[in-house]
C-alpha cells in the first residue's frame, strides 16, 4: 500500500522524506514548499504514453494536496476529491490500449492563501474527443457514462421510462454480451456514485433530472434513420432524405423538449444563401446524417463543457481579493498514442503531446543549461533532441500541416484527395514527414517518440465540425432549460461554453419557417428573420464557423500560457 494514509503523512513529515524513495507524494511536497518559499505559482505536468497511469497519478497529487493544504472547509475538500470521477464517468472511455484513457484535456488549478489553505478550486477542460459519441473504432467503447446510466437505470427498472432497449441496440453504443455482463455490476456502483458526486457538487434534482435526459437523447438521436427521398417529379426530381423511423421523434422530442416536425426540419433541410435570399434545401441521405450525428457531438460536448462551469461555480473561492493568492495547477492528458489506424484524433492529441515534450526539453535542459553560462557555472552539455522543427511543421503559419487542413476546409469540393495531396506539396521537403510511395490517402509523422501513419478519411469533415445554424435554433428553442441554456450563447475561441452567459437574443421559435420543401427542391423565404439569428449565433454565411483545428490551437495556447507562468514539475 504504497498510496495508503501512513505513505502520505512519511511524505508530509520533514524529517523523515529526505530518507525515503522517490513517490509522487515527495513531488507534491516539494511543489507545495516551493509555492510556500518563493511565493510564486506551481504547476505539475504528467506526462506518458496512453495507459501509462496518468489519470491515477492526477488524482494522488489532488488527494496530497489537500493534506497538505487543508482545505477551509469540508465541502470544499470533498468538492475537489469528487471532480475527478465526475469528469472521468463524462470525459474517459475505453480504447484499445487503455480501459479508462483521458479524451480530454483537464488543468485543474487550486488555490491557496499565503498561509498555505486551499481556498479555492478551478477546472480547464481542453479538446474533448466528441467525435467518440458517434463513433468508436473496432475494439473501442464511447464515453463511461452512457454505459454508467444504461446500469444504472436497469437496476432502477426505469430502462421503459426513458424508451431504452437493450444496450447493443444503440447505434452509438458498442459492447459484446460478455462485456455487458463483466461490466455490469461496476457500472451500477460507479452511476451511484456519479450520482452522489452531483449531490456533493450541490446540482439540484432539476438539473440531474435535465442532465439525464439530454444522455438519453442523444442515444435516442443516434437511432434515427435515414432513408432516401425525392422531391419533386421526373427531370425535375432532387435528391432528398427522410427519416425511415419517425417513432423515434416523439422520444427525442419529449427528451429535449421539442416537436417532432421541427427535429425532421433541422435534419433533413439546410439553409443557404443565393443573391440575398435564403433557400431551405434538401439534405441528401449522407448531408441528414452528419446533421444527425453533429447534433448529438453538440449536445454531449456542450453538456460536458456545462458540466465543468457548473462544478467550477462550486469550487470558487467568495473572497473579493483574488490578488494574494498562489497556485498549482495540475496537468492530467491523454498519451501519445499510436494505434493500429490512427486518424483525425490522434493528429491532435500527439500534437499536444509534442509540445508538452518541447516544453519539458526547455525546462530541463535548454534553460537550466542557459542559466548556468550567465552564472559562469561550469557544466557539461547534455545532448538532447530538439523537436521544435517537428512543431514547426505541424504548426506553423501559413504552410503549417493544421494551416493546410484548415485552407483545405474551406472549399466546399475538397476531397480527402486533395487535402493530402495538398500535405504532399507543402510538406514532403521536411525530414518529419513522410509521404506513401503509393496513391494512399495517408501520411507519416516522425515524432519525439516515433513514426506514426495517419489516415486521412474524414479529415477535412471532422475539421469543418459545422453544426447548421438552424439546427442551433432548434435546440435554443429547446423546452428543456438546460439544453436551451446551453445553445443560449456562442462558445468561445477554445470551443467551450464561457464561463459567463451571454445570450444570443436569438428570434423566438419557427423564425426559419419548417414549411414543406417546394417541388423545385428549395423554400425561398425571408431574409430577415434567419439573419438576426445567424448574427447572434456569430454563424453567418460571411463569418465562416471556427473549425476544429482553430479550437485546437487556440487551446493549446491558452494551455501553453498558464504553464509557462508557473514553475513546472514534471512527472513522466
Known amino acids: ?40 505559482n506551481q504547476c505539475c505536468v504528467i506526462s506518458g504514453e496512453s495507459g501509462s497511469g496518468k489519470t491515477e497519478t492526477a488524482k494522488f497529487l ?74 468508436q473504432a473496432p475494439g473501442e467503447r464511447n464515453f463511461h457514462i452512457f454505459y454508467y446510466l444504461y446500469a444504472g437505470l436497469s437496476e432502477r427498472s426505469l430502462l421503459n421510462r426513458y424508451h431504452l432497449v437493450n444496450i447493443n441496440q444503440h447505434r452509438y453504443l458498442r459492447s459484446s454480451p460478455s462485456e455487458v455482463r463483466q461490466t455490469a455490476e461496476s457500472s451500477r456502483a460507479a452511476f451511484k456514485e456519479i450520482l452522489k458526486c452531483f449531490d456533493i457538487m450541490g446540482f439540484s434534482d432539476m438539473e440531474v433530472d435535465n442532465v439525464l435526459h439530454i444522455l438519453v437523447s442523444v442515444l435516442h438521436i443516434g437511432d434515427i434513420q435515414i432513408r432516401a427521398d425525392t422531391f419533386g417529379a421526373g427531370s425535375h426530381g432532387v435528391d432528398a432524405s427522410a427519416v425511415a423511423n419517425p417513432g423515434k421523434l416523439p422520444v427525442v422530442g419529449f427528451l429535449l423538449g421539442l416537436k417532432a416536425e421541427d427535429i425532421v426540419q433541422a435534419i433533413t433541410t439546410n439553409v443557404v444563401t443565393l443573391k440575398g435570399e435564403i433557400i431551405v434545401c434538401p439534405n441528401t441521405v449522407e448531408q441528414a446524417e452528419d446533421c444527425r450525428d453533429a447534433m448529438a457531438k453538440a449536445l454531449y460536448g456542450r453538456l ?38 490512427n486518424g483525425f484524433e490522434q493528429v491532435f492529441i500527439n500534437i499536444t503531446n509534442e ?22 557555472i561550469p557544466a557539461a552539455a547534455v545532448p538532447f533532441i530538439d523537436n521544435s522543427p517537428c512543431l514547426e511543421m505541424l504548426l506553423e503559419k501559413p504552410l503549417g500541416l493544421l494551416e493546410l487542413l484548415d485552407e483545405e476546409s474551406r472549399f466546399p469540393k475538397a476531397t480527402n484527395r486533395t487535402l493530402i495531396e495538398k500535405f504532399h506539396s507543402h510538406l514532403s521537403a521536411s525530414s518529419f514527414y513522410i509521404a506513401p510511395r503509393d496513391n494512399a490517402s495517408r501520411f507519416t509523422i516522425v515524432h519525439y517518440a516515433g513514426k506514426v501513419t495517419y489516415q486521412a478519411a474524414s479529415f477535412l469533415e471532422k475539421n469543418r465540425n459545422t453544426l447548421p445554424v438552424k439546427m442551433v435554433e432548434l435546440l435554443f428553442n429547446a423546452g428543456n432549460s438546460l439544453v436551451q441554456q446551453m445553445f443560449d450563447t456562442a462558445l468561445t475561441k477554445t470551443g467551450n461554453l464561457p464561463t459567463s452567459r451571454t445570450s444570443r437574443n436569438f428570434p423566438k421559435r419557427n423564425a426559419v419557417p419548417s414549411a414543406p420543401i417546394g417541388r423545385t427542391g428549395g423554400l425561398r423565404v425571408s431574409t430577415a428573420n434567419l439573419a438576426a439569428a445567424g448574427r447572434s449565433s456569430g454563424l453567418t454565411t460571411r463569418r465562416r464557423p471556427q473549425t476544429a483545428a482553430v479550437h485546437f490551437t487556440n487551446s493549446l495556447s491558452e494551455l501553453l500560457t498558464r504553464m509557462r507562468h508557473s514553475q513546472p514539475h514534471f512527472i513522466r
Open 355 to 376: 509540445q508538452i515534450q518541447y516544453f519539458f526539453n526547455q525546462h530541463i535542459f535548454a534553460l537550466e543549461q542557459e542559466e548556468y553560462a550567465n552564472e559562469g
Open 62 to 135: 489532488v488527494q496530497q494536496f489537500t493534506r497538505l493544504g487543508k482545505a477551509i472547509n469540508q465541502s470544499l475538500e470533498s468538492g475537489i476529491l469528487k471532480v475527478n470521477p465526475l469528469f472521468e464517468a463524462f470525459g474517459n472511455a475505453s480504447t484499445v490500449m487503455n480501459g479508462n484513457s483521458s479524451r480530454f484535456g483537464k488543468y485543474l488549478m487550486l488555490s491557496f492563501l499565503p498561509t498555505g489553505h486551499i481556498v479555492s478550486a478551478q477546472v480547464s477542460q481542453y479538446l474533448l474527443e466528441s467525435s467518440r459519441v458517434v463513433f
Open 304 to 341: 460536458f463543457s456545462w458540466l465543468v462551469n457548473r462544478c467550477n461555480k462550486h469550487l470558487q473561492f467568495k473572497r473579493q481579493r483574488h490578488e494574494d493568492l498562489l497556485e498549482v495547477g495540475i496537468l492530467d492528458i491523454f498519451g501519445f498514442e499510436d494505434f493500429k489506424t
Open 1 to 40: 500500500p504504497i498510496y495508503d494514509q501512513r505513505t502520505s503523512e512519511q511524505y508530509r513529515e520533514s524529517s523523515e522524506k529526505l530518507s525515503l524513495p522517490p513517490h509522487v507524494y515527495s513531488i507534491a511536497g516539494d511543489c507545495y514548499q516551493d509555492m510556500m518559499l518563493h511565493k510564486r
